[in-house]
């Protein structure tokens, strides 16, 4: 059992950053994959980002790319999202997931997900 909290969002203005947290709790953090993803009014839950279990380099939508940064710290249990150049684009409910399986873009793979977070990016 793991247990996702979300932390870091707001409001800001286009061209701000925000830097997301997500605190696991629970056995085995490290080996799960953590992703973000996001759901604006009206649209679909996409993918935003996601790291391995083995960490590293981690994987982007292409629209955030070079923007957005994914990292883990497996002894502090805490996946982060630092997002920079923000656009009104940007604007979402941004939430944290944890999958022991591939592939990991995609949310059907996570078993374990937060309760959201609220991005507001303003023009």
């Known amino acids: 059992q793991v247990e996702l909290v979300e932390s870091g969002g707001g409001l800001v203005q286009a061209g701000g950053s925000l830097r997301l947290s997500c605190v696991a709790s629970?056995?085995?953090?490290?080996?799960?994959?953590m992703g973000w993803f996001r759901q604006a009014p009206g649209k679909e839950r996409e993918f935003v980002a996601a790291i391995s279990w083995r960490g590293g380099n981690g994987y982007y939508t292409d629209s955030v790319k070079e923007r957005f940064t994914i990292s883990r710290d497996n002894a502090k249990n805490t996946v982060h999202l630092q997002m920079n150049s923000l656009k009104p684009e940007d604007t979402a409910v941004y939430y944290c997931a944890a999958a022991n399986g591939v592939p990991i873009v995609i949310a059907t793979t996570y078993r374990y997900w937060g309760q959201g977070t609220q991005v507001t990016v303003s023009s």
């Open positions: 629970g056995r085995t953090f490290s080996s799960y994959s």
